[in-house]
């Protein structure tokens, strides 16, 4: 039978739920547990798709093609498993359909009440989760104990201990354990507010996880387990960690996989721990020996979550490569008045990623310029391409006017364009390609080289196209179209072979990179990055050439 665990957190927001969430995901599933994963959000949005990234950060995109919150990337990251648009759920999306039901007369004219209409709502959704086979769903309750939007969610976890019986419910929860300088003390006084808060709707934790900048002593855990009424082992400290990638081991050494297994009745003689695999994704983080200068220019970089996913993914890619990836945060707005060429020359590498809009467009093609003209390795993901596109057009091909559609409509070379134009629809009005695309890649191109193979999948999330009535034009001065739809009518990849690394993808390929196995865009960014920095030969990058062992 599936057991599912519900994490809530306390206290204060931005204390690490998701990652921790994400951590017990990892330590179950090396126990061999099959575990999915799923968020339940109390904004009222239906979806994070139409939020603002400098506010909410990214949205994720699962293969079905779902907009969801950015938690859903640690989730995949950590426990390898693709997940779908059914593992995130938000209070917008309850009420719509409880809404929906009450419009067809589902309720057979009942008052529709939050109680038992919209927590029956959020159990249907977890259930849904619990009927594919997984043996554990993780599931993370957004916001903070206490907030009002947050009592229907707290309220349906509650029901679902007794709908799915004791031994197949665990409850965790996560508090602040804050460290006070004048008194040189720990204080544990706001861990005991948030369970009682979490007790007086009907919630008993099994497990509370106390973050803190230092460790929780074994006396303070003592009070803890005392005053909150959990065992003394089922206070886990989960102190700052030096990496992300440390908390699964950090919390194993605490006991969390252990004491939520007893917990869920499942018996850990018969599901020995395998932690082989993440300890030597830690071991490659921490064996850096160079550091590497990577700029993202973009237009959210005031809030870098808003590029959570490329942020981990040039990462794991340094991981690879035995080096600590700094990265420099670009406003496109600033370039190039203040973030001239010379600046930007000092970097090893560039990443220009999505975005909706046309602020900070010029910037973003003068960096593209920039990168073309001195051999900088670029890798431009969405938008980043279509600047690239747009650059080229310009400076390469003498198209002064050229600009995508979405910047300037009337432009007399609109070498991006909507995808409705590139498939002779009449209206697709605010359609997107949202989720996994296959893609046919050019034997002997770059991006074949570093997928070693010629048939792709990546997720999608835009509405603009490169214009393929451009095409010839494009590949005759040299920037090649070297990835299609598989029929042809859409370019998915641009490269420029003579170029050490300037690859464009209009897919988003950070959504499925991996800390053991980065992604081979991002790997070949920084493979040409670290050349680069080595003042080595620049690497043209053929099948002989690349190593994908490690991909």
């Not at 029901?159 to 004791?166: K, L, M, T, V």
């Not at 001239?340 to 003068?366: C, H, K, N, W, Y």
């Not at 070693?452 to 451009?470: C, L, P």
Request: overall charge negative.
């Amino acid at each position: 039978m599936t057991k599912f665990v519900f994490v809530t957190g306390g206290v204060s927001s931005s204390l690490g739920k998701g990652l921790t969430a994400s951590s017990l995901g990892r330590l179950l599933k090396s126990r061999g547990l099959r575990v999915t994963m799923c968020k339940l959000d109390p904004y009222i949005n239906v979806d994070p798709g139409t939020m603002n990234p400098g506010e909410h950060g990214e949205v994720f995109v699962t293969d079905d093609g779902g907009e969801t919150d950015l938690d859903l990337g640690h989730y995949e990251r950590f426990i390898d498993e693709s997940l779908t648009k059914m593992s995130n759920t938000t209070t917008g999306s309850i009420y719509s359909n409880v809404i929906a039901k009450e419009r067809r007369g589902d309720y057979l004219g009942k008052t529709v009440q939050v109680i038992p209409h919209v927590t029956d709502e959020i159990k249907d959704r977890i259930r849904r989760l619990g009927s594919l086979g997984a043996d554990v769903v993780i599931v993370e309750i957004g916001g903070t104990v206490g907030d009002i939007e947050i009592v229907p969610f707290i309220e349906a976890i509650r029901q679902y201990r007794r709908d799915a019986g004791r031994g197949n419910v665990c409850y965790v929860h996560l508090t602040l354990v804050p460290f006070l300088a004048p008194s040189g003390e720990q204080k544990t006084k706001p861990t005991q507010h948030s369970v009682t808060e979490l007790r007086s709707r009907g919630i008993q934790p099994d497990v509370i996880v106390c973050r803190s900048d230092q460790p929780i002593s074994e006396s303070l855990k003592r009070k803890i387990s005392l005053l909150c009424d959990v065992p003394a082992n089922a206070v886990i400290s989960a102190v700052d960690a030096p990496s992300i990638y440390d908390i699964p081991i950090t919390l194993h050494e605490e006991g969390l996989d252990r004491i939520v297994c007893e917990t869920l009745d499942i018996d850990i003689d018969q599901r020995p721990i395998d932690l082989a695999t993440w300890q030597r994704v830690v071991s490659r983080v921490h064996s850096t020996n160079r550091t590497l200068r990577i700029g993202v220019v973009g237009k959210y970089v005031s809030m870098p979550d808003a590029y959570l996913s490329v942020a981990e993914s040039i990462r794991h890619a340094g991981f690879a490569h035995g080096a600590k990836t700094h990265i420099e945060w670009i406003d496109a707005e600033l370039v190039p008045q203040e973030v001239t060429s010379e600046t930007l020359r000092q970097l090893d590498g560039i990443v220009v990623p999505g975005g909706f809009g046309e602020r900070g467009i010029e910037g973003m093609i003068a960096t593209a310029r920039i990168a073309r003209e001195h051999d900088i390795p670029y890798l431009g993901i969405c938008l980043g391409m279509q600047v690239m596109v747009i650059e080229y057009a310009r400076h390469v091909l003498g198209l002064s006017d050229a600009n995508s559609t979405e910047f300037n409509s009337t432009s007399s070379a609109p070498v991006i364009a909507l995808m409705a134009e590139q498939l002779e629809v009449t209206d697709m009005g605010g359609t997107m390609r949202l989720g996994a695309y296959p893609a046919m890649l050019t034997p002997d191109s770059v991006v074949a080289a570093l997928y070693g193979t010629t048939v792709v999948s990546e997720r999608h999330r835009h509405r603009y196209e490169f214009n393929s009535r451009f095409r010839e034009n494009f590949e005759a001065a040299g920037l090649v179209c070297s990835g299609t739809s598989p029929d042809g009518r859409l370019v998915e990849f641009v490269e420029q072979s003579e170029h050490p690394f300037f690859v464009g993808t209009q897919a988003h390929p950070e959504f499925k990179s991996r800390p053991d196995r980065p992604h081979p865009l991002f790997d070949g960014l920084v493979a040409a990055a670290a050349q680069r920095a080595e003042g080595r030969e620049p690497h043209i990058f053929t099948p002989e050439t690349v190593d994908t062992s490690s991909l």
